[in-house]
Nanobody, 114 residues
């Protein structure tokens, strides 16, 4: 079973930055790529960003131009650099494989507030 350990979240002021990390264990990580998702309070989990084995990336419109996804295959880790954070970015952030692994990690809380 694939396991995920997300870290790097915290409290940041609007306009600030955070870098999230996701350590992935299990053999499926290299199948196609990795994704970040987020879930705000009382809302459904939503797609944030994706990176394929080719290095190609894709972003939700709401974060495009502010967030950058990256991966380190040697470390089986996916990163999410978040800049120009807004209060509406407040959520628990999760990572997963592409295709979906079937399970979720604990996520990491990101709170953007002054």
């Amino acid at each position: 079973q694939v396991q995920f350990v997300e870290s790097g979240g915290g409290l940041v002021q609007p306009g600030g930055s955070l870098r999230l990390s996701c350590a992935v264990s299990g053999s499926r990580f290299n199948i196609a790529g990795g994704r970040w998702y987020r879930q705000a309070l009382d809302k459904q989990r939503e797609f944030v960003a994706q990176i394929l084995n080719s290095g190609s990336t894709n972003y939700a419109d709401s974060v495009n131009g502010r967030f950058t996804i990256a991966r380190d295959n040697a470390k089986n880790t996916v990163y999410l650099q978040m800049n120009s954070l807004k209060p509406e970015d407040t959520a628990v952030y999760y990572c997963n494989t592409l295709p979906f692994s079937g399970s979720w990690g604990q996520g990491t809380q990101v709170t953007v507030s002054s």
